[in-house]
């Protein structure tokens, strides 16, 4: 006769192995929406972009939510506002491969920020805001549309089996609130996301917040990135992740 003990060991066992054959279900249905949406399962590829990287001196990348933009003014050079009705500050930047260093000197110090170079434009290494080339993201293209919800969908599911494992891990029932500084050691280190956790705020490619709040509550997908991603990306696509 199994333990008390035991008995709770085993049932949060098979507890987790549900999860994470729903995430497994909710990963299949996704896949399928969005090849159907693309235009069936048998589509045509989409034609590769050519000179898909952003040129870079004299370009001004802006986040469309926030209004704050990055303008490289010369060949070394920059400017940084962080909203639109914010002071400009100036800096200095490297541009090595796909990854741009920002050095902005101030008399407190110097602050250092990093973006990856990605074919939709910048996007902060930490928090994950997307600096689009001279473009708003109602203007982005549906395959940069797509791009954009299959990393935020990826996003979400590793914040969910994340909060799956703090919670077996921690025996915490449902309910439990959980914050994002409780999932970074379950997210990998190094990773965007896991820095993102350990500042405590965590965004999607449009800027958007993605809300964690309790175990067995799924992480939600604002209703701002749903709205701007809709067309691409319908309801079936990111459930569980949709506030009701």
Same mark, same amino acid.
């Given at each position: 006769?199994?333990?008390?003990?035991?008995?709770?060991?085993?049932?949060?066992?098979?507890?987790?192995?549900?999860?994470?054959?729903?995430?497994?279900?909710?990963?299949?249905?996704?896949?399928?929406?969005?090849? &159907?949406?693309?235009? $069936?399962?048998? %589509?045509?590829? @989409?034609?590769?972009?050519?000179?898909? *990287?952003? /040129?870079? !001196?004299?370009?001004?990348?802006?986040?469309?939510?926030?209004?704050?933009?990055?303008?490289?003014?010369?060949?070394?050079?920059?400017?940084?506002?962080?909203?639109?009705?914010?002071?400009?500050?100036?800096?200095?930047?490297?541009?090595?491969?796909?990854?741009?260093?920002?050095?902005?000197?101030?008399?407190?110090?110097?602050?250092?920020?990093?973006?990856?170079?990605?074919?939709?434009?910048?996007?902060?290494?930490?928090?994950?805001? &997307?600096?689009?080339? $001279?473009?708003? %993201?109602?203007? @982005?293209?549906?395959?940069?549309?797509? *791009?954009? /919800?299959? !990393?935020?969908?990826?996003?979400?599911?590793?914040?969910?089996?994340?909060?799956?494992?703090?919670?077996?891990?921690?025996?915490?029932?449902?309910?439990?609130?959980?914050?994002?500084?409780?999932?970074?050691?379950?997210?990998?280190?190094?990773?965007?996301?896991?820095?993102?956790?350990?500042?405590?705020?965590?965004?999607?490619?449009?800027?958007?917040?993605?809300?964690?709040?309790?175990?067995?509550?799924?992480?939600?997908?604002?209703?701002?990135?749903?709205?701007?991603?809709?067309?691409?990306?319908?309801?079936?696509?990111?459930?569980?992740?949709? /506030?009701?």
């Amino acid at each position: 006769m199994n333990s008390p003990g035991e008995s709770q060991t085993r049932l949060m066992a098979l507890d987790l192995e549900a999860r994470k054959w729903r995430r497994r279900a909710m990963g299949w249905l996704g896949a399928l929406v969005l090849a &159907l949406t693309m235009g $069936g399962l048998a %589509a045509e590829p @989409l034609p590769e972009k050519q000179d898909a *990287k952003p /040129a870079f !001196e004299k370009a001004v990348f802006t986040n469309a939510d926030s209004g704050a933009s990055i303008a490289l003014v010369s060949a070394t050079e920059c400017e940084i506002k962080d909203g639109a009705a914010e002071p400009v500050r100036h800096g200095e930047y490297t541009h090595q491969g796909d990854k741009l260093k920002i050095v902005l000197k101030s008399a407190e110090g110097a602050d250092v920020l990093f973006y990856d170079v990605t074919d939709l434009g910048l996007v902060a290494a930490q928090t994950r805001q &997307l600096f689009s080339n $001279g473009t708003k %993201a109602d203007l @982005l293209s549906p395959q940069d549309l797509r *791009k954009i /919800a299959t !990393e935020t969908l990826e996003m979400l599911r590793i914040l969910d089996a994340a909060t799956d494992q703090w919670s077996i891990e921690l025996g915490k029932m449902a309910g439990t609130p959980v914050a994002l500084k409780d999932l970074a050691p379950y997210i990998k280190t190094g990773s965007r996301l896991h820095k993102a956790c350990l500042l405590g705020r965590c965004v999607d490619l449009l800027g958007n917040p993605i809300t964690v709040t309790a175990v067995d509550t799924p992480p939600r997908l604002s209703k701002e990135s749903f709205d701007k991603l809709s067309k691409v990306a319908p309801e079936a696509f990111w459930e569980p992740y949709l /506030a009701k």
